[in-house]
């Protein structure tokens, strides 16, 4: 399992980020301390990732659940190969999810990718070869590196909840597209997954009325 930026780096990456982009201040003041948030990696994490993927986060737990004792506690490629699609779905994943997670398994037994050393791959080259596999978007591919393999320069630009806070940290009223925010990170980096950490985070707060929302549109 990879390892998550230490605590020393987090609080050095929001002082950088803030000394470069000032519109991150109020973030950064408004937002205690945080960890990185590292899951399981390789073909189980990115399986994972896909079953859980547009379900809220209680019926992902239950459909995990289901399809780890489905698999009988072994998620490999190997074990989601040996069993039928239809079978899948008996577990709770949609006929496209189950398909989907066949084609991650089937990329990783013939060699199209190899999920368990993705770390031998600069982030641009990880990301494609995540994205040559079918039902794996740009979206799942970085947040995969980020969350999986603790990578601190990715940033999903395509993240709807981070656009909109993003527009709340330039106090503009129209929220960045994916392309107007992979753009507007550029100036983060080489802590752009740093700078999502944080803008999640704060998007958070502010959303459970942790953080008021003194001085931002909504």
């Not at 494609?128 to 995969?144: D, H, P, Q, Y």
């Amino acid at each position: 399992m990879a390892e998550a930026p230490s605590a020393q780096y987090l609080a050095e990456a929001r002082l950088a980020l803030v000394a470069v982009d000032p519109a991150l201040a109020a973030a950064h003041l408004q937002l205690p301390v945080f960890e990185w948030r590292l899951r399981p990696g390789g073909f189980e994490g990115l399986f994972r990732m896909i079953v859980e993927q547009q379900v809220s986060v209680a019926a992902a737990a239950a459909i995990w659940r289901r399809v780890v004792d489905g698999l009988e506690g072994k998620i490999t490629a190997d074990a989601v190969l040996a069993r039928e699609a239809d079978y899948l779905r008996t577990l709770g994943l949609s006929g496209q999810k189950a398909r989907y997670g066949q084609e991650i398994a089937r990329a990783q037994v013939e060699g199209q990718i190899d999920l368990e050393h993705l770390a031998r791959l600069d982030d641009a080259e990880a990301i494609a070869s995540l994205t040559a596999i079918k039902g794996v978007g740009r979206w799942t591919a970085e947040t995969f590196l980020m969350f999986c393999e603790g990578r601190t320069n990715v940033f999903p630009g395509g993240d709807v909840a981070l656009q909109e806070a993003m527009r709340w940290a330039d106090r503009v009223e129209v929220r960045p597209n994916e392309k107007a925010a992979y753009a507007r990170a550029e100036i983060w980096k080489p802590h752009r997954g740093v700078a999502a950490h944080l803008l999640w985070g704060w998007y958070g707060a502010i959303r459970r009325g942790d953080i008021a929302r003194e001085g931002l549109e909504f």
